[in-house]
């Protein structure tokens, strides 16, 4: 696969940034996915065969025909841009994002949903014939992405163990377009504990969390890279069932029915069942800015159906 850095040129380098520094953002909040990202800007697959190939075989090559060789054949400038713009995200603007959900909770929501809807579409396009077992694969990735985001957290003891299965999971959703790095580990009680080891720098903590990330991305990248290559439009089918059915989790209206205290000792929100606008302003008394969201959501799926538009006419 041709890298899109190649194609694109020096201004490639800048573009390929500013996805990392959105797929950062999108990671940081529980419920949106930086694959999903990934996908709607266009760089999905090559982003998982470029981290399948950083294997033993990739290994081999640096001992055998040197570092330049090397950075070739696991497309290190394409991995290395995104991971800066997904690194800096996290540093900088995923705060804004953390803020904006604290602030302005429905508004954030709003803005998403209509973004992950419209990438439902964006996605489904490509599945050229939808014979039965690709309508039934896209309907069971609904199905069972709605069922993840309908479950519970729970709290289990952080052990060192824990942690380290904790980042091979939560790495798997987070590449998956539709599932959410964050809200699984929310789901496994460990949001608040990996959290808190990024701002106390608990160097031990987040060394075990990105061991269970590497083992986890190294391994579930080469069964998507397969899949892609030998099942390609079934794939595709349930990634966008993936996306339909974590459209649960994003819905802007959600009464709080039980909270949990975080890092700082503050009440947030543990458990929410969706609602409609009106009973939102019923329950809780607050405005449900539904003109605005809407608004926005409209905004969100436009936004993706550019990025789709420009990346179909960059293939051609």
């Known amino acids: 696969m041709e890298s899109t850095l190649q194609q694109a040129g020096p201004s490639g380098y800048l573009r390929l940034f500013l996805k990392g520094v959105m797929m950062g953002a999108a990671d940081a909040v529980p419920g949106v996915s930086g694959g999903t990202v990934a996908f709607i800007t266009g760089i999905y697959e090559e982003l998982i065969h470029s981290i399948r190939r950083c294997d033993p075989i990739a290994l081999k090559v640096l001992f055998t025909q040197g570092v330049k060789a090397f950075w070739q054949h696991i497309n290190g400038n394409f991995l290395l841009t995104l ?64 069922l993840i985001t309908s479950l519970s957290p729970t709290s289990i003891e952080a052990t060192p163990m824990f942690i380290v299965i904790s980042g091979m999971i939560a790495i798997c959703a987070m590449i998956l377009p539709g599932i959410s790095g964050s809200f699984i580990l ?16 608990e160097l ?108 179909s006419g960059a293939r051609r």
């Open 83 to 146: 991971l800066l713009g997904i690194g800096s995200s996290l540093a900088s603007l995923a705060h804004i994002v953390l803020y904006l959900l604290d602030t302005h909770p429905v508004l954030l929501w709003a803005f998403f949903f209509g973004l992950i809807l419209a990438s439902v579409w964006s996605v489904v396009r490509h599945v050229g014939d939808w014979r039965m077992d690709r309508t039934l694969i896209f309907f069971f990735g609904a199905v069972f992405a709605y």
């Open 204 to 311: 031990v903590t987040l060394g075990l969390f990105v061991f269970g990330c590497v083992l986890g991305l190294l391994s579930f990248s080469r069964v998507l890279s397969w899949a892609f290559e030998r099942y390609r439009e079934l794939t595709l089918a349930l990634l966008g069932g993936f996306l339909l059915g974590s459209l649960n989790k994003v819905w802007p209206w959600k009464y709080t029915l039980s909270y949990t205290l975080n890092s700082k000792g503050e009440q947030v929100p543990l458990v929410q069942q969706n609602i409609t606008p009106s009973a939102y302003l019923d329950l809780t008394g607050v405005d449900p800015q539904t003109l605005v969201s809407v608004v926005l959501a409209i905004i969100g799926a436009l936004l993706v159906l550019a990025l789709d538009r420009q990346n």
């Open 186 to 201: 929310l789901l496994l009680g460990m949001y608040s504990t990996i959290l808190s080891a990024v701002k106390a720098l």
